[in-house]
């Protein structure tokens, strides 16, 4: 199995920044796509940021050129830069990860999520 801990959430006035941080651990094999997703009340989850194993990125409309996602393949940690915020961006962010484990197999995995609120 793989544990996925994410930290870095919290409050921030608009246009303002918070770093999203996601630590995966547990029986890994290797690792390949990590992403963000979010949801909004009343809202789906949906895709913010992918990141592959090679590094290849692919960002959702809204964030692009303000969010930035990487990787620490070293650390099994993927990270969310996300810069001139907006209330808009107000919702639960969710850390996830395809990755093989020992047993060969491979499956997606969740964090617990963590909230991010962008108010006054």
């Known amino acids: 199995q793989v544990q996925l801990v994410e930290s870095g959430g919290g409050l921030v006035q608009p246009g303002g920044s918070l770093r999203l941080s996601c630590a995966a651990s547990?029986?890994?094999?290797?690792?390949?796509?990590m992403a963000w997703y979010r949801q909004a009340p009343g809202k789906q989850r949906e895709l913010v940021a992918l990141i592959g194993s090679g590094g290849n990125t692919n960002y959702a409309d809204p964030v692009k050129g303000r969010f930035t996602i990487s990787r620490d393949n070293a650390k099994n940690a993927v990270y969310l830069q996300m810069n001139s915020m907006k209330p808009e961006d107000t919702a639960v962010y969710y850390c996830?990860?395809?990755?093989?484990?020992?047993?060969?197999?491979?499956?997606?995995?969740w964090g617990q999520g963590t909230q991010v609120t962008v108010s006054s």
């Open positions: 547990g029986s890994i094999f290797s690792i390949h796509n």
């Open positions: 996830n990860v395809r990755a093989r484990t020992l047993d060969m197999s491979t499956s997606g995995y």
